[in-house]
């Protein structure tokens, strides 16, 4: 099956900390690629972050980074210097070599200020 | 920056009305898709669209789903007959053509319609 797993329904982080948000998927193809969105309380999804599979060279941007490990099909994110305006749900996400991405369940981030 | 517009922002129907949910894609892109999240949900794959046909479409999206770019433009959804499990709210979608190409696996979203359905 073709699912991408988010195990932490919810999570909670104190500003200025760092959190680690994880995303496992399933896949037989050995090129896809991988996103981190961003969905605010105003509910539109933007891109955090994405990784080629061929690439062994973790994606960072600014404060994000990510943890890629293709053996393992493990895909984390992690947001250093948390800001209150990283408070959002976080989906990850997964491109096959067609057409169609498949979305996880999705984790609830908290930044407490 | 380019964005994917979407209209309404928010539409309230009886049940069994039809229902047409509109999106603009930005104008380079020329894969387009819709998808649905129920309110608290997963985002669920509704349906691809590429070369003015469908290249791909869920189990959710039965008869009573339709999509159609009818000028160019606009890309739209029709639910025929809404049902009170089609309550949810619905994103367009859209990239740029390519494997290879940077942006060309990247999906921009919409803001999303809610639909309501009583």
């Known amino acids: 099956a073709q699912t991408v797993t988010q195990s932490q329904p919810e999570m909670s982080v104190q500003e200025a900390e760092t959190v680690t948000l994880s995303c496992t998927y399933d896949t037989s193809e050995n090129n896809y690629y991988l996103f981190w969105y961003k969905q605010p309380p105003s509910r539109q999804m933007i891109l955090v972050i994405r990784?080629?599979?061929?690439?062994?060279q973790n994606a960072t941007e600014n404060r994000f980074s990510v943890n890629f490990q293709k053996a393992a099909k493990s895909f984390s994110l992690k947001i250093s210097d948390s800001q209150l305006g990283d408070t959002a749900m976080y989906f990850c996400a997964r491109k096959d070599n067609f057409n169609k991405f498949y979305f996880g369940s999705g984790t609830k981030l908290n930044v407490k200020p | 920056e380019p964005e994917v517009t979407q209209t309404p922002s928010h539409q309230v129907t009886q049940m069994g009305q039809e229902v047409i949910l509109r999106c603009v894609p930005i104008?380079?892109?020329?894969?387009f898709y819709w998808y649905r999240q129920i309110l608290g949900q997963k985002v669920e794959f509704l349906v691809s669209?590429?070369?003015?046909?469908?290249?791909?479409k869920s189990e959710i999206f039965d008869d009573q789903f339709s999509v159609e770019r009818p000028d160019g433009s606009n890309f739209t959804l029709k639910i025929r007959s809404t049902k009170l499990e089609d309550s949810a709210m619905y994103f367009c979608?859209?990239?740029?053509?390519?494997?290879?190409?940077?942006?060309?696996?990247?999906?921009?979203f919409g803001a999303g319609s809610r639909l309501t359905v009583l």
């Open positions: 979608a859209s990239r740029v053509p390519g494997q290879a190409a940077s942006g060309a696996n990247v999906l921009t």
């Open positions: 104008s380079n892109h020329l894969y």
């Open positions: 990784q080629e599979a061929y690439k062994q």
């Open positions: 669209f590429y070369n003015n046909e469908i290249s791909e």
